[in-house]
């Protein structure tokens, strides 16, 4: 075991991209098992029922390799999906299966900060796989208007600041993430504006931004695979065509959307396909499509970005 995790460990960070410490350490070496590498805290998700022996040999292995101070774990069956964030159940433990307890700690992605909080849920703070996203939407943002939907803790928001652009908006459902976006922008030397971080229901203001006529000039779609409000119930592999209709609304003359999803049951064909629907009548020009790094995720990944640039 200990010369698997060390051999994947050496491969991967060979490839990382530079000032880059989070990156996904094991996708496809063990059955049904994950394993993310936040600085020197490694985030174990088990994909299968997993007994608590099984889960501290391996928070063992991981300490052993000398890589890692701390290790949790985190079970995600397939109806764990509606428990994202339930800090304190049996799917998250808030203790560490192994090593020492790490309330917080900061991670540089491609030279971007971000705070990672283990213990917090299913959710650490950082979705790894969306790493090259964040890269193009940095990328792309200069000059930019940004409105950055689903937004979680700001990852793509802190993006589109450090790239220069001109705003960038972020909503979210939950006041307590977006604070936590606020935070990450201000771990990069950027001034949080308070009116920017939305709280709310993405397709309400999506409606709302419409109905008073703004525009932006990239608009960043990264819904969960399956959500619920009090008012709505979404479902990326049905729904995802909805959202883009409301989505382009919003886009200006000359504007991007770039558009994600990680349902693995949705194949890229059909993703692709409720997209084009979404648009409808709108003149688009696809610019790319990409999914998570081929240097620390399985090929094809499960995530699908595609961008394009709406007339």
């Given at each position: 075991m200990e010369a698997l995790l060390t051999e994947a460990l050496v491969r991967r960070r060979a490839r990382l991209p530079a000032e880059t410490s989070c990156f996904r350490w094991l996708d496809g070496e063990l059955p049904g098992v994950t394993v993310d590498l936040f600085a020197d805290v490694a985030v174990v998700s088990f994909y299968r029922v997993a007994a608590p022996d099984e889960a501290r040999g391996l928070g063992e292995a991981l300490l052993s390799t000398g890589a890692a101070r701390s290790v949790y774990v985190k079970h995600r069956p397939r109806e764990a999906r509606r428990a994202a964030n339930e800090a304190g159940s049996a799917l998250a433990p808030t203790e560490p299966v192994a090593g020492d307890a790490v309330a917080e700690l900061e991670v540089l992605e491609q030279g971007a900060r971000f705070i990672i909080r283990p213990p917090n849920g299913l959710s650490v703070g950082l979705y790894l796989d969306?790493?090259?996203a964040r890269r193009w939407v940095r990328e792309n943002a200069r000059g930019r208007r940004v409105l950055n939907?689903?937004?979680y803790t700001c990852g793509f928001g802190v993006a589109a600041r450090l790239g220069g652009a001109a705003r960038a908006a972020n909503v979210d459902v939950s006041r307590k993430?977006?604070?936590?976006?606020?935070?990450n922008l201000a771990r990069n030397g950027l001034a949080p504006e308070r009116f920017d971080f939305i709280?709310?229901?993405s397709f309400e203001w999506l409606a709302r931004l419409a109905k008073k006529g703004e525009a932006f000039d990239l608009v960043v779609l990264d819904p969960p695979g399956f959500a619920t409000t009090k008012r709505s119930r979404f479902t990326a592999a049905r729904d995802y065509h909805q959202l883009v209709a409301a989505a382009e609304r919003v886009v200006a003359p000359g504007g991007l959307l770039l558009s994600m999803c990680n349902v693995e049951a949705l194949t890229g064909e059909a993703f692709e396909a409720q997209l084009s629907r979404?648009?409808?009548a709108r003149r688009s020009r696809r610019v790319t499509a990409f999914g998570a790094s081929a240097v620390d995720f399985q090929q094809p990944s499960a995530l699908k970005c595609v961008a394009h640039e709406l007339a």
């Open positions: 969306a790493r090259d939907l689903f937004a993430v977006l604070e936590w976006g606020e935070a709280t709310g229901d979404g648009l409808g």
